[in-house]
């Protein structure tokens, strides 16, 4: 591969590498001198063995010295320490020994004793709060009671004093003008009839609904000039409302057209709510449509 395509460059490059070759030649000649390792400066020191010395002549080897004297210190006599005699320390020990157990011992009864207090105090602080809980308990279900009967009495005086009837519960059902409640004792709540041989029946089948007793309602006009009688089988919740409803069931006589007016007519009533109810009473009801209405 060519770097250099035209004859400016390649002279360009010539020019610049003698100038390189050139300029480390100066380096090299004209260069600052050194030496490696470089010389040392310090002070000249004399020949010598000791630090010390007198006279002009210089001895060419190491003088011989006159020996040290050494001195030796005079050894330090000892004193004699009496010994302790063992049966003594055997004595001391034994009586440091039964102080530490005694009080060893002490110490444990106070901890057993302070122990003991501690669970009596939390056993009858348990005991407080469980008797507490009781009576607590009792009060509120005493409050309870006082409470229902309050309930009962208020509703004996308004449905005209049957407090002084057998039964344990409150309330009234039927469709006369005296407090009570109507049927029989072996029959069903949610049953049509009031009277009668009691048996498994049609599992909602008669007409009105079960037990729930009178519907509020209001009547919504076909748009044909028809007459007759649409029975409506209805769907009623807890709450009493009328959450489905399928016209033209059995026994009807009127015609398709007042199918839909019955249908909105059924889904306008209302019945008292009930909590032991099913959950979806199946009843029917009957429109009677008439031109003249």
């Given amino acids: 591969m060519k770097y250099f395509k035209t004859k400016h460059e390649k002279d360009s490059a010539r020019i610049t590498a003698l100038l390189a070759v050139i300029l480390i030649l100066l380096i090299f000649i004209v260069g600052p001198k050194y030496l490696d390792p470089p010389e040392e400066y310090g002070v000249a020191v004399n020949f010598g063995t000791t630090d010390f010395g007198s006279g002009r002549v210089q001895p060419k080897e190491p003088i011989r010295q006159a020996p040290k004297e050494v001195v030796t210190p005079p050894k330090k006599v000892e004193e004699a320490k009496p010994t302790p005699s063992k049966p003594q320390e055997t004595k001391a020990e034994n009586v440091i020994t039964e102080d530490n157990a005694e009080s060893i011992a ?61 039964g344990t519960d409150s309330g009234s059902e039927g469709d006369d003008n005296k407090a009570g409640d109507k049927g029989q004792l072996n029959g ?100 009677n449509f008439s031109v003249t209405q």
Avoid at 112 to 140: C, H, M, N, S, V
Avoid at 144 to 163: M, P, S, T
Avoid at 281 to 286: C, D, E, K, L, S
């Fill in 106 to 166: 002490i110490k444990k009864q106070k901890e057993e004793a302070l122990k003991k207090a501690k669970e009596e105090a939390k056993a009858k602080a348990e005991a407080e709060r469980i008797e507490r809980e009781k009576k607590a308990e009792a009060d509120r279900l005493e409050k309870e009671r006082k409470e229902q009967k309050a309930k009962r009495d208020a509703v004996d005086g308004l449905l005209g004093g049957i407090k002084n009837s057998d």
């Fill in 188 to 287: 069903d709540p949610y049953a049509p009839s009031y009277f009668g041989e009691p048996g498994a029946g049609g599992g909602g089948s008669g007409y009105g609904l079960r037990g729930r007793g009178r519907p509020s309602k209001s009547k919504v006009l076909p748009e044909c000039n028809e007459e007759g009688k649409v029975v409506v089988e209805i769907h009623v919740n807890r709450q009493g409302n009328v959450v489905n409803a399928i016209p033209g069931k059995r026994g009807t006589t009127g015609v398709s057209c007042l199918y839909d007016a019955a249908k909105k007519t059924a889904l306008t009533y209302k019945w008292p709510a009930d909590s032991k109810a099913p959950t979806k009473q199946v009843g029917f009801v009957v429109i």
